[in-house]
């Protein structure tokens, strides 16, 4: 079965804009999805056993490898299995929220997602929500420690191999304080672009992964 694998990690539920805008992308998705949603349910983050596991033979697996091995499965081949990959991604304090590096953790293994990459090429939509503004010209500019990072773990070459098309609505404290309130009509112009490009990006996607 082909699908898309929708991996959400922000905590705010239906609040949450990137899952808003996610939403513009579905809405435009002609096809099966597989919906992850790291906040409800996170994934533990990896341990010694994980680790260990990878290397030893599954017949001398203690109980804790096991555990850890049929998880790391059970997410890998979900990962593999998809044809398209959409995420959710917001800033938290300059970064990932903790649980989607913990799921990173847990599905790059050698030789199995990375060197070489079975997904190399694969298309990927990454949402990233964030309060303020990154970009050049603004005072946080370099700040963000988001997207860089997580372009690089989905999209390099060496890694998983994506290849990843990122939205950034931004200046969403706008909305919320008032002394922000002259950047509203920004965080408005930003979230107009961000639904336009994953209703295109859909459309564009979902042509591809059906020819």
Known sequence: ??????????????????????????????????????????????????????????????????????????????????????????????????????????????????????????PAVLISARGGGYGPGTPHHGLDYVVPTTEAVLGREELLGLEVHTVVPELIMATHNPELADLLPKHEESMADAHRRVRELAATITAATAA
């Open 1 to 122: 079965m082909s699908y898309l694998l929708h991996v959400d990690s922000s905590s705010l539920g239906e609040a949450s804009v990137s899952r808003r805008v996610a939403r513009s992308f579905l809405a435009g998705w002609d096809g099966d999805v597989v919906h992850r949603d790291l906040a409800a349910a996170p994934v533990p983050h990896i341990t010694a056993a994980g680790v260990t596991a990878r290397e030893a033979d599954p017949a001398d697996h203690s109980e804790e490898q096991a555990a850890a091995a049929a998880l790391q499965d059970e997410l890998i081949d979900e990962f593999v299995g998809a044809d398209a990959y959409l995420f959710t991604v917001p800033m938290y304090n300059l970064s990932m929220p903790s649980v989607f590096k913990a799921w990173l953790d847990q599905i790059i293994v050698f030789g199995r997602t990375v060197r070489p990459s079975p997904t190399a090429g694969r």
